[in-house]
């Protein structure tokens, strides 16, 4: 199958500039200067929000990191009849391209046109948390996989990305604590020193899905691994934070729905700013909505 999704029209047009790029607080000098804030905002934030700064941004950098080795298993899955789990297996579990961490941070868009886009579906329905009835098509599962990281990262509360991933997980998938994102919100609110679940009034983040990748399907067509790309922007204490942040899963259509797959957990995803020409390198096509 071919992994880079539908065809593209040359005269399809890619993404802006995000309006708001953050500079890191290790490197201020290394991104654009298009504001010339960074500097006055790192000398005027108080303690809590130096926190949040510098652990927002490592956080960032930070999805798509391989899962948590000591993290609980998935249930049992060997023997399940009328799957191929060592198909399954060898998918979900092998390597993505490693890009650097500055690979994520706000820098120059790729000049160049994109070689194809992937259409969204529209979903047919929701849960109580969710949309998830999404056609048994590879971009069905992807489009899932986007509103779960939508959907579960406004916030950046990791009970809420707890109830979002348990709402589409089928039986013996990954527990959401080995899972990136909720990990890297759970090492944001620790690096903040912020309750560890619930609504902060001085924080918020908007996850917005803008590339896709379609690493392969198995068990025709029902099994899928899938990965999105976005632009995470963060308000921490009225500080703005943007930077790429990227996930990977490993999906499974049960007849009705795209589940969260029992077995292995995908291996990591490649983190980018996405339109940059790290991130088509690593195989990320935009997306649009049908």
């Not at 990954?174 to 902060?200: E, I, N, W, Y």
């Not at 049960?254 to 077995?263: F, L, V």
Request: charged residues 15%.
């Amino acid at each position: 199958m071919n992994p880079n999704g539908a065809p593209f029209s040359p005269d399809e047009q890619t993404r802006p500039t995000p309006s708001s790029p953050f500079p890191p607080p290790t490197a201020p000098d290394s991104q654009p200067r298009r504001r010339g804030r960074g500097g006055l905002l790192l000398a005027s934030l108080g303690a809590l929000a130096m926190l949040l700064l510098i652990g927002l941004v490592a956080v960032i950098l930070g999805l798509g990191k391989d899962p948590d080795p000591g993290a609980s298993p998935a249930g049992p899955v060997i023997g399940e009849p009328g799957w191929d789990l060592a198909a399954e297996t060898a998918l979900a579990t092998r390597p993505m391209p490693l890009l650097p961490e500055e690979a994520a941070q706000p820098h120059a868009l790729s000049t160049r046109e994109p070689d194809a886009l992937i259409t969204l579906p529209p979903p047919g329905g929701r849960n109580d948390v969710l949309a998830d009835e999404f056609p048994p098509t590879p971009e069905g599962a992807l489009a899932q996989l986007a509103e779960l990281t939508r959907v579960g990262l406004q916030g950046a509360d990791p009970q809420a990305y707890e109830l979002a991933y348990n709402s589409i997980a089928a039986p013996g998938a990954p527990q959401v604590d080995s899972s990136v994102m909720h990990r890297t919100l759970m090492a944001f609110r620790q690096a903040g020193r912020l309750p560890k679940q619930g609504v902060v009034s001085s924080l918020s983040l908007t996850y917005t899905p803008l590339a896709g990748l379609i690493k392969g399907t198995t068990d025709g067509g029902r099994y899928a691994v899938v990965c999105v790309l976005g632009e995470a922007a963060i308000m921490a204490n009225g500080t703005p934070i943007t930077a790429g942040g990227g996930d990977c899963q490993a999906m499974r259509w049960n007849g009705q729905n795209w589940q969260i797959a029992p077995g292995a957990q995908a291996a990591q995803a490649p983190v980018a700013w996405p339109g940059t020409d790290e991130a088509f390198g690593a195989g990320y096509i935009p997306l649009r909505t049908s």
